[in-house]
């Protein structure tokens, strides 16, 4: 029987303290991928540093794991029952140092808020396409930006600081000089080590980019796709680009040309003048008939407009898979998992082009690895609520990653790791061995009970 709050570390939390049965529980877990339902034991709603320690001690005196939430876009795994749950969501401060081009920001901060401040210094972060993902868990996972990604690489290449909560309860503020393991660890290792609570990261001087998107009838799905292959071939790395295969709902707020039939988009953004911009894409335009064109100069701020996110929640379940190259074989795949006549349940289908500045490795070495590959595909399927797993169809997207990997069980990526991913051989494909035995031993240093394990696990050494 665990002690109630006020006799513990938890009675000088500033932030709510609940327990399953209190008003405010089932909001405070709430996620933006409803698929997943997290029940933990208690839930620290942290307002600061001294909260989120506070709650680690807690966790530590009585042997429980910690889970940790912010937005919970990201496709997470369930909390577990004994868990403490430490939600990040109040700690929202942002700094913009225009001198040094850098953000500071806490731990709940989403994307949304530093493109805003930093567009006000001129300035420009590697955001991820939705103004609602959380800031500092896109980033432990490597973080494939929507507009620079080709040009800067992973936004988890240019972290400069993190402060971090650690199993015994610990701040550490860690840099490449401080402490090199945990730093390395830290970026691309994911939620294994700690709770960070802020980050200090690069900021770009960029203003505005070439942008939008390329719509396409779903009739001409092969015809745009073998295009698409052919222009991220010469892709210069100021392009960066992904190709999704959609299925709209037939409802009011869907563009009329979208609803109710499946669609091919082309999502572009460059990092240069619009008259080089028209030149690259002109093969994309002239592919098929173009539904829809948005793509123009924009201001950076306005970056959420090249892939139009859902806002609001919704239950999926969601695969994702690596690939070398976009052979013939992948592009049967792909088409047979969304064409127009596949009859396949799968609602979305992302193909996001790597490569450029993705696929060099970063001044100060992290555990972002997989840099060769070419692609990154993201298979989305909309189920209703409580049916995840239970009717016909939610593992399509599944069987197209299997279809996309190579015999021998093919490579993850860190970014790019879902709740079916969550076995220990899973996540042991998203690193290569030498960074997976790294990982390994900065974990059994920093948290050797695995405290953090409620995430996509490195367990320590035994």
């Known amino acids: 029987m665990l002690p109630p709050p006020a006799s513990s570390?938890?009675?000088?939390?500033?932030?709510?303290?609940?327990?399953?049965?209190?008003?405010?529980?089932?909001?405070?877990?709430?996620?933006?991928?409803?698929?997943?339902?997290?029940?933990?034991?208690?839930?620290?709603?942290?307002?600061?540093?001294?909260?989120?320690?506070?709650?680690?001690?807690?966790?530590?005196?009585?042997?429980?794991?910690?889970?940790?939430?912010?937005?919970?876009?990201?496709?997470?795994?369930?909390?577990?029952?004994?868990?403490?749950?430490?939600?990040?969501?109040?700690?929202?401060?942002?700094?913009?140092?225009?001198?040094?081009?850098?953000?500071?920001?806490?731990?709940?901060?989403?994307?949304?808020?530093?493109v805003e401040e930093a567009a006000k210094a001129g300035l420009a972060p590697l955001a991820g396409s939705s103004p609602g993902v959380g800031v500092v868990g896109y980033t432990l996972g490597g973080g494939v930006g929507v507009a620079l990604a080709r040009a800067f690489g992973y936004a988890a290449d240019h972290v400069r600081e993190i402060e971090v909560v650690i199993a015994d309860g610990e701040l550490r503020r860690v840099t490449a000089e401080s402490d090199a393991d945990l730093f390395f660890a830290l970026r691309g290792g994911k939620g294994n080590f700690g709770v960070v609570t802020a980050m200090e990261f690069d900021l770009f001087p960029v203003t505005e980019v070439y942008a939008g998107a390329l719509h396409f009838a779903g009739t001409d799905a092969r015809t745009v796709l073998a295009a698409y292959e052919q222009f991220t071939a010469k892709?210069?790395?100021?392009?960066?680009?992904?190709?999704?295969?959609?299925?709209?709902?037939?409802?009011?707020?869907?563009?009329?040309?979208?609803?109710?039939?499946?669609?091919?988009?082309?999502?572009?953004?460059?990092?240069?003048?619009?008259?080089?911009?028209?030149?690259?894409?002109?093969?994309?335009?002239?592919?098929?008939?173009?539904?829809?064109?948005?793509?123009?100069?924009?201001?950076?701020?306005?970056?959420?407009?090249?892939?139009?996110?859902?806002?609001?929640?919704?239950?999926?379940?969601?695969?994702?898979?690596?690939?070398?190259e976009l052979s013939p074989s992948a592009i049967d795949a792909i088409l047979d998992a969304t064409g127009s006549d596949s009859g396949s349940p799968v609602t979305m289908v992302n193909l996001t082009h790597l490569g450029g500045a993705l696929g060099r490795a970063p001044e100060v070495a992290n555990a972002v690895g997989r840099r060769d590959a070419a692609f990154a595909l993201f298979a989305f399927t909309v189920v209703p609520p409580g049916q995840v797993g239970l009717g016909a169809g939610t593992d399509e997207g599944l069987e197209l990653v299997r279809r996309l990997t190579p015999p021998g069980g093919g490579r993850k990526h860190p970014g790019y790791l879902s709740p079916a991913d969550a076995s220990a051989e899973s996540v042991r494909l998203a690193y290569d061995e030498p960074t997976y035995a790294r990982l390994q031993v900065a974990k059994t240093s920093y948290d050797p009970h695995n405290m953090f394990r409620c995430n996509h696990n490195i367990p320590p050494l035994t």
Do not use: K
Request: charged share 15%.
């Open 9 to 114: 570390s938890l009675a000088s939390v500033s932030g709510p303290v609940l327990f399953p049965g209190d008003a405010g529980f089932a909001d405070e877990a709430s996620v933006f991928n409803t698929s997943v339902a997290h029940r933990p034991h208690v839930i620290v709603g942290a307002t600061d540093v001294a909260d989120v320690q506070a709650a680690v001690r807690f966790a530590a005196d009585h042997d429980l794991p910690v889970a940790v939430l912010n937005t919970g876009h990201g496709p997470s795994v369930p909390a577990a029952a004994n868990a403490v749950m430490i939600t990040t969501r109040r700690m929202t401060g942002v700094r913009i140092d225009g001198a040094t081009r850098t953000a500071r920001v806490e731990a709940g901060v989403r994307w949304g808020q530093v």
């Open 235 to 324: 892709a210069p790395d100021e392009l960066t680009s992904s190709i999704v295969f959609l299925r709209a709902p037939d409802l009011p707020f869907v563009p009329e040309f979208m609803r109710g039939r499946l669609t091919a988009s082309i999502r572009i953004s460059f990092l240069g003048p619009a008259t080089d911009g028209e030149e690259l894409i002109a093969p994309l335009r002239a592919a098929a008939p173009v539904l829809a064109d948005t793509v123009a100069t924009i201001p950076h701020a306005q970056i959420a407009s090249i892939t139009n996110d859902p806002s609001e929640p919704a239950a999926a379940v969601e695969h994702f898979a690596v690939l070398d």
